[in-house]
């Protein structure tokens, strides 16, 4: 398994933006693609990114579209997450994860590869 340690979540205002990272060791990174998901308590965990194992494809939930933006780098072992532009409904536990199977259109998490969550809160 990949092991995943997500960063990078704190208090915004609205419209504020934060950086999120996720840093894998374990297995080959390179050889997955990457999601980003977020849950609030008593709501399933929703679907927010992924991203290629080369970078060369992304695909986003339309509520975010245009406003995060995701990205890797290979030679840090790492994912992030930019989120711009952010409302109080977005408030959450960010997870990262590495994909069971993604296609570019089609996104299946490896539900043993979650990491510990980073919390972000958005304040109106």
């Known amino acids: 398994q990949v092991q995943l340690v997500e960063s990078g979540g704190g208090l915004v205002q609205a419209g504020g933006s934060l950086r999120l990272s996720c840093a894998a060791s374990g297995r080959t990174f390179s050889n997955y693609a990457m999601g980003w998901f977020r849950q609030t308590p008593g709501k399933e965990r929703e679907f927010v990114a992924a991203i290629g194992w080369n970078g060369g494809s992304t695909n986003y939930v339309d509520s975010v579209k245009g406003r995060f933006t995701i990205s890797r780098d290979n030679a840090k072992n790492t994912v992030y997450l930019q989120m711009n532009s952010l409302k109080p409904e977005e408030t959450a536990v960010y997870y990262c994860?590495?994909?069971?199977?993604?296609?570019?259109?089609?996104?299946?998490?490896?539900?043993?590869?979650w990491g510990q969550g980073t919390q972000v809160t958005v304040s109106s």
């Open positions: 994860n590495a994909a069971s199977y993604y296609s570019g259109s089609t996104y299946r998490p490896n539900h043993g590869s």
